[in-house]
C-alpha cells in the first residue's frame, strides 16, 4: 500500500466434519462351552468386532437365563466386568467379561448369553459352563497298581520254580522184578 510492504497473518479455523460409520457388530467370542473347575474364579470374555464402526453407540450386555446379570445375581457372586473399548490395527473392538467368584454347581445350569445392540443389528451369543475334569489319582494308581500285580506274580513265578530242591518231574521207578 503506497509502496510499503506489510505482513498479513490470517488465521483460519478449518473443521473436518468426519462422518461416522456404523457397521454391524459381530460377537466372535466366547466360545459356546466354557469349562471350569466348581470353586475357581472364572472370566468370560464377550468380545465384539465393530470393523471400522464406532463403539460409542455400540450396547453390550451379558444375560442369565434371560435376566440381566446384575438382577440374577445380586450378591455380587457373578458380575459383568468393566468395558473395555480398544483398536487393533485401525479395527475396533468392545469387551465386557462375565466374572465368577467362584463357579458353584448352579452354574452349570444356566444359559448366559452376550448380547450386543447397535442402530443397524441385534445379536446374541450362547454359552454354558460346565465342570472340567478334575485329575484324579486313582486314574493313575489303578493301572500302576496292576503293573505292579502282574510284575510281582512273574517274580514269585520264577522263584518257586527255580527253588533247589523243589523241582518236581517224571521219574522211572525200578523195581526188582
Known amino acids: 500500500h503506497e509502496g510499503m510492504l506489510y505482513n498479513v ?5 478449518l473443521r473436518v466434519n468426519k462422518k461416522e460409520e456404523e457397521t454391524i457388530p459381530v460377537i466372535i467370542s466366547p466360545h459356546q462351552t466354557i469349562l471350569a473347575s466348581l470353586g475357581s474364579r472364572l472370566r468370560i470374555p464377550c468380545k465384539v468386532f465393530l470393523g471400522a464402526g464406532t463403539q460409542s453407540t455400540t450396547m453390550l450386555w451379558w444375560m442369565a437365563n434371560n435376566t440381566r446379570i446384575e438382577n440374577a445375581y445380586q450378591g455380587g457372586r457373578v458380575a459383568e466386568g468393566q468395558r473395555q473399548e480398544y483398536s487393533e490395527n485401525n479395527e475396533n473392538y468392545i469387551e465386557v467379561p462375565l466374572i465368577f467368584d467362584p463357579v458353584i454347581r448352579e452354574d452349570l445350569n444356566t444359559d448366559f448369553k452376550c448380547l450386543v445392540r447397535n442402530r443397524l443389528s441385534f445379536q446374541t451369543l450362547r454359552t454354558t459352563v460346565k465342570e ?33 530242591g523243589k523241582a518236581y518231574g517224571l521219574t522211572t521207578l525200578k523195581t526188582g522184578h
Open 132 to 164: 472340567a475334569a478334575t485329575f484324579s489319582w486313582g486314574t493313575i494308581l489303578a493301572p500302576l497298581s496292576l503293573v505292579c500285580l502282574v510284575l510281582v506274580g512273574i517274580w514269585m513265578h520264577r522263584r518257586c520254580k527255580h527253588r533247589t
Open 9 to 13: 497473518t490470517r488465521n483460519i479455523e
